[in-house]
């Protein structure tokens, strides 16, 4: 058997919704991370620290006694944030970024920002305060190609945030395209980096659409040509440290994915590292993996890295063909086929 020990990682995007569905999947990623950041799309969304603080607790009480993850919380940003709850939100332990969704972009994003003129002051606020940006970085214009959405983003939206705020720090998040890759690659400044998801790694946009609609296999933004998907592995096991985890892992119940407009999202955190070591192993940089997962990402945001280690062994597994969900079912990525990689304390 192959072993692969490294600094517990972290995870900097991840979904984990709320009541009978929380319980039922926060485990899958507290059993490896050992911090993650929090996305704030719920139904109403997490606007206010008070109700990032809230959510926060539902989490903790939530996770096993015997773990120690700790939820990262973000604010959703509108365009009715206040200046006065950006500094609220600054001196919270526990809020760590403010996340811009473009208004109809992904799941629950109908709350998001139209234009982001209307919060300039907000940005302003955010850059003197140092918390940063993370951004779903698509345009949302019917007249725009949906998978040139990112590619249009960074031109039309990105480039001239970035030139008027260029003390902020920002997360390109999920990032599936060459141009993205290039863009952070070569923005000089330290303050702009980007998440790479498993499933983008792993998979191109054959996965989605040939042979028939695969739903379970519909993210937001969608999977791209395999040359992209070779761009982002590249990233990914560079070396360079502004690409980092971010799983984007996203649970829908069954029926939601099965119908006739199926929500947006793939669930693998109950994989997530595995997958992560399955596609690094593909370009030989299972060496690489420990700072992408572990180092990048608590360097970004100026966190400690963490003490603790995990071990994944090569030993294959199979996937269980769903999961509870509350009171539903969700299907994983990889449901029914064996995984490579197998993280040792479930062994």
């Known amino acids: 058997m192959h072993c692969l020990t490294l600094i517990q990682p972290d995870d900097w995007h991840l979904h984990l919704r709320d009541g009978a569905a929380l319980a039922t999947v926060v485990s899958a990623s507290a059993r490896c991370f050992a911090r993650a950041i929090i996305m704030p799309n719920l139904k109403p969304p997490i606007t206010t620290v008070a109700e990032a603080l809230a959510y926060r607790q539902r989490i903790i009480a ?3 006694l015997t773990s120690s993850f700790n939820p990262l919380m973000t604010l959703y940003l509108t365009e009715n944030t206040t200046v006065s709850e950006i500094k609220t939100a600054k001196e919270s332990e526990y809020l760590t970024a403010v ?11 109908e709350y998001g920002v139209t234009d982001l003129r209307q919060v300039w002051s907000v940005l302003e606020a955010m850059q003197t305060y140092d918390l940063p940006l993370l951004i779903h970085g698509e345009v949302t214009a019917t007249s725009i190609d949906v998978f040139d959405r990112e590619k249009m983003f ?13 003390a902020l720090r920002i997360v390109l998040e999920h990032i599936t395209t060459q141009e993205a ?5 070569a923005m000089s400044s330290a303050r702009l980096a980007a998440t790479i998801t498993a499933h983008h790694l792993l998979m191109n946009r054959n996965d989605l659409l040939a042979g028939g609609i695969h739903p379970h296999h519909y993210c937001l933004p969608l999977l791209k040509r395999e040359t992209h998907r070779q761009a982002l592995l590249k990233a990914a096991t560079s ?10 892992s996203a649970p829908h119940a069954r029926v939601a994915k099965e119908s006739p407009c199926g929500c947006a999202g793939i669930y693998t955190a109950p994989a997530a ?7 690094f192993e593909q370009v030989h940089a299972l060496d690489k993996l420990e700072a992408f997962a572990s ?3 608590a360097d970004f945001y100026g966190l400690p890295r963490n003490n603790k280690t995990i071990t994944l062994i090569k030993r294959p597994w199979q996937m269980p063909n769903e999961f509870e969900f509350g009171e539903q079912r969700v299907v994983p990525m990889r449901a029914g086929t064996n995984i490579h990689w197998q993280l040792a304390q479930t062994l």
């Open 273 to 279: 590292l595995e997958f992560y070591a399955e596609a």
């Open 99 to 109: 996340k811009y969704y473009p208004a109809g972009a992904t799941t629950h994003s």
């Open 62 to 64: 939530s996770i096993p």
């Open 181 to 185: 890759v290039e863009y952070v690659s």
């Open 154 to 166: 960074i031109e039309y939206v990105l480039d001239p945030l970035i030139e008027n705020f260029p």
């Open 295 to 297: 180092f990048h990402g």
């Open 239 to 248: 070396g360079h440290p502004k690409f980092f985890l971010g799983t984007d």
